[in-house]
């Protein structure tokens, strides 16, 4: 049994960003089970220089700790499921992409992203966007995409099979996805060569046996072809913690690229460590009243339950 918190280094956490840390954190201490820190590097055009050292040093100064994963001498250091860093772990990639090929489950794409708009029809539209017609999934259309886009690479495929995948979020409850219709296939490889999320996700919590995930609700809609990736990995599938996203005066998701309310902002403003926690805690119903509380003093006031429970009033909200 274990935890983690996997951010991306793609800059400074946002104040969501640490109230998605802190209640990773919270569940894997009531849970008295191992807690890992991963960074998610593997897109590497979008990692900043120093944020994973940045992030380490936040999610320190906060007063979160963890028994394995990244430091920051060596963020893929750590513990004996090493590496932590995304970027250092793709022969584990490899490995299940060959997993995936032998049983047929993959297959590479030749599609532009202007073929599959074009393609796209109502039946293939989905409230996230059109999905793909697998046009690719044919070897003769294949052939004739690769001769129409001769100079393109290949991303790679997952065979999304006629399946309604359910399972029940700790947080969400009963979620429902029927893969073919709402998901489609999806890409575990990109054109680029970088392995997709999904597959990494998938590979590094099966790998690392995370049995808990807890990770924001914008993530909801990857959970069922992710299970789909972790059975045909045979891999252990995860309890899911879907928690509601901070919003923004207006309402809006922050985001790093805004800079919205970032730990920087806080501290110049001669915030403590004490008072973001409480803050934090407050604001997802954790604690009744916005007050001054160490990540400590907060483990002592809640049970595994009651984490859960408070997390579902918020979710519900």
Known sequence: MSGRYAPSPSGPLHLGNLRTALIAWLQARLAAMPFILRM??????????????QIIADLRWL????????????????????????SARNPFYQKAFQQLLDKDLIYPCYCSRKDIQQAASAPHLHENGPIYPGTCRDPEM??????????????????????TIEFEDRLVGRVSQTLDREVGDFVIKRADGLFAYQLAVVVDDGLMGITDVVRGADLLD??????ELFEALDYLIPNF??????????????????????LELWRQQGKSAEAVI?????????????????????????????????????ARE
């Open 142 to 163: 294949r052939a004739e995409m690769e001769r129409r886009h001769p100079d393109k690479p290949a991303a790679w495929r997952y065979r999304a099979p006629a399946r």
């Open 278 to 314: 409480g803050f934090l805690a407050h604001s997802v119903g954790l604690i009744d009243r916005d007050c001054s509380i160490s990540a400590r003093e907060l483990v002592q006031e809640l049970t595994l339950e009651g984490l859960r429970q408070r997390l579902v009033v918020a």
């Open 241 to 262: 913690w879907h928690v509601p996203l901070m919003l923004d005066a207006q309402g809006a998701r922050l985001s790093k690229r805004d800079g919205s309310d970032s």
């Open 63 to 86: 007063g979160l700790d963890w028994d394995e994963g990244a430091s920051i001498t060596n963020p893929g250091s750590g513990g004996p499921s090493a590496p932590y860093a995304q």
């Open 40 to 53: 998610e590097d593997l897109d590497l055009p979008r990692v900043k220089p120093g944020s994973s050292e």
């Open 222 to 227: 990857s959970t069922a072809r992710q299970i």
